[in-house]
């Protein structure tokens, strides 16, 4: 026995995704009280039964944090067999280690507070860096959508794509996208210029003169580093530049303001929905939960 | 050895505490990502040294929770000794228990992750029900601030006062005041009709003609409780009706209605601070401090 329980504003994907689990989507009964505070209730019983908790994390993450947190617990406390929870996209995922002396490791808090009210598993998409779930008591699992970018790519835009990482830290996910379609990878290497500190970067060896260029990244936030790889791409002559990105946030018109540096296409998933959302990735991480709950 | 760790906003009253201690008060690095996540950075040692967390939790509850549990965690990891986390005013503390089938609790999910991620003393000011922090595993410390109150009362209302509590959940409040002012206390009885279903309310068995009231609570939100409880006291003859409670949230304008409604005046701590802020608690709580860092 298996249900998903899910917060109001996600019942309309929940269901899709118990649709195809073959089990029932139920919202939690969820309010915010004048003061702030919010308010949640399991409102069938989840005694001996594995849930699946379907939590969107994105925007205001404390907020959804918190209220899952309530949800977790409660879970427990009315004897839910196993528990695991689903959140497409992960906050605070980009701090995930210290890079700073005294700095909270973000990411860290978050599971281990996950895991210390029930999580059993933990079901995320492309997470910004997959090492980060080593040493989790709770199971991790990053669901990874390169053969999904893969195919759209090919059908879409064609084989003849250079895919570039705006970063070495990107690098796995061009090279894994880059592999399926048997075609040429690189990343952009960043230089700090020793007198004026200025940071200039360029892909480090191919050559993108009258190429196809595909960009890939995990999280588009405010863009900048979007636009400025778009930058130097164009004065490098390339024909055609196309981004693709697992978590849409565009901050601040990003979308807008890297379309109008001239990328040609924006391809996200739905992981945070929004106009760019052309690759769904519910059907993957269902993929992954027919082998949890079976 | 031991310091006070704060957040930017509390720094001031950080700073009064730790002077009444005589140890230092450090802020927190503390911003806010442009997609909303929270930025936390102990910016000292800890390594040994006793920490005292200052965190005020209202308004923006979540957030401010969620910082704290960086705060907290990032503590343990960088080996601070004991952790005592200073709440003046605990979010959530009305959410003690399931008062529907299937609820959270939210206090109890909020106390075990402080107690989890480090926190070996819970310190707060009058806290809804004492009782909801039965079974904790860190020290909760509930201060009172009734001997405060009843020395206020003294010297700007005077000692003939009947003191009421709006319902019989704080009724041990207005006892506690009452008998150190040595004189006669009560609370309001609610009715509903069977028929209407109409509430109305009353004091059980006190006569306030001709009497000054003072009605006390710990947190004051929407009001609307005290207000119905001033019109009563007003139609049943009473002479002046003064207001105290711990917590002042004051929604929606709260305080101006309850003076509207009659009210001669209110009268709150600065767990959080507002215009009726008249009793200063961090007095009482440095006292309960000094024990526990020596």
């Known amino acids: 026995m298996a249900l998903i329980l899910t917060f109001p504003e996600s019942a309309e994907?929940?269901?899709?995704?118990?649709?195809?689990?073959?089990?029932?989507?139920?919202?939690?009964?969820?309010?915010?009280?004048?003061?702030g505070e919010d308010y949640v209730r399991v409102p069938v019983d989840v005694k001996d039964i594995d849930v699946i908790v379907l939590s969107d994390l994105y925007p205001d993450q404390d907020r959804k944090i918190f209220r899952t947190l309530l949800l977790l617990d409660t879970l427990r406390d009315l004897g839910a067999r196993r528990i695991?929870?689903?959140?497409?996209?992960?906050?605070?995922?980009?701090?995930?280690?210290?890079?700073?002396?005294?700095?909270?490791?973000?990411?860290?808090?978050?599971?281990?507070?996950?895991?210390?009210?029930?999580?059993?598993?933990?079901?995320?998409?492309?997470?910004?860096?997959p090492q980060a779930f080593s040493g989790s008591r709770a199971e991790c699992i990053n669901v990874e959508p390169f053969e999904k970018y893969a195919r759209y790519v090919k059908e879409n835009i064609g084989e003849d794509v250079i895919v570039l990482s705006p970063d070495i830290g990107s690098l796995w996910r061009a090279e894994k996208v880059a592999k399926i379609l048997g075609t040429s990878y690189d990343y952009f290497e960043k230089h700090r210029d020793r007198v004026t500190g200025q940071i200039t970067m360029r892909p480090r060896q191919v050559d993108v003169r009258d190429k196809k260029v595909l960009i890939i990244d995990d999280i588009i936030a405010t863009g900048g580093t979007i636009r400025e790889a778009t930058k130097i791409l164009k004065n490098m002559g390339?024909?055609?530049?196309?981004?693709?990105?697992?978590?849409?946030?565009?901050?601040?018109?990003?979308?807008k303001k890297i379309i109008d540096e001239g990328v040609k296409s924006i391809i996200?998933?739905?992981?945070?929905?929004?106009?760019?959302?052309?690759?769904?990735?519910?059907?993957?991480?269902?993929?992954?939960?027919?082998?949890?709950?079976?």
């Open 13 to 35: 994907r929940s269901r899709k995704l118990a649709s195809d689990l073959g089990i029932e989507s139920v919202s939690t009964e969820y309010k915010v009280f004048p003061d």
């Open 84 to 129: 695991v929870l689903v959140c497409p996209y992960l906050a605070y995922s980009r701090q995930d280690r210290r890079f700073r002396d005294g700095e909270a490791v973000s990411l860290k808090t978050l599971i281990k507070i996950f895991e210390n009210l029930g999580a059993d598993y933990i079901v995320t998409v492309d997470v910004h860096k």
């Open 238 to 255: 390339a024909r055609e530049i196309h981004v693709i990105a697992t978590h849409c946030q565009f901050l601040n018109n990003a979308d």
């Open 268 to 294: 996200c998933t739905d992981t945070i929905e929004c106009n760019h959302s052309k690759i769904t990735v519910f059907d993957i991480i269902a993929e992954h939960l027919r082998r949890l709950i079976t």
